[in-house]
């Protein structure tokens, strides 16, 4: 792991560039993951400077504000739209912002609805500093343990 030191956001935005843009002249096809909000912008912004072939990057979110249209401007969609796809010149059909961390293409469409008097809790990875199912499992256990009421609605 190296560290880097540096003065402001302009310049940890200048480093992360750097090495962003040694990634892609080695590998013109990498897939990169991309995030929104403040942090990233001062990176997008160097990597822009760094005038390099994106035509072949793909990129991709694993995010979206639930309940915002699609086109809203303060979606993670459209943020990466003008700050990634538009500043960076990728190719827009190489871009792709996933809702609410997962692709609803890669499930049927006919799963069943759950019971009426039960709620669902469904677990892809991280829950807030959970990051693995025995988290969730203990958290299960303390709602059992805590509010036994709330606790037979839960179906695991």
Do not use: C, W
Not at 20 to 25: E, F
């Amino acid at each position: 792991m190296e560290i880097f030191v540096v003065p402001d956001a302009a310049a940890i935005g200048a480093v992360a560039a750097g090495i962003i843009a040694a990634v892609v002249r080695s590998k013109p096809d990498a897939v990169l993951g991309v995030a929104t909000g403040g942090s990233p912008l001062p990176v997008y912004a160097a990597l822009a400077g760094h005038r390099l072939d994106l035509s072949r990057v793909r990129a991709f979110a694993l995010d979206e504000y639930v309940g915002l249209p699609a086109g809203h401007p303060e979606s993670y969609g459209e943020v990466v739209r003008r700050e990634v796809t538009e500043r960076l010149g990728l190719d827009p059909g190489h871009v792709r912002v996933i809702p609410n961390g997962y692709d609803p293409d890669d499930f049927p469409q006919d799963l069943p609805a759950p019971p009426k008097d039960r709620f669902v809790v469904s677990y892809a990875g991280t829950v807030f500093k959970l990051t693995s199912p025995p988290g969730l499992l203990a958290a299960i256990r303390l709602l059992r343990e805590r509010e036994p009421t709330l606790a037979k609605l839960l179906q695991v």
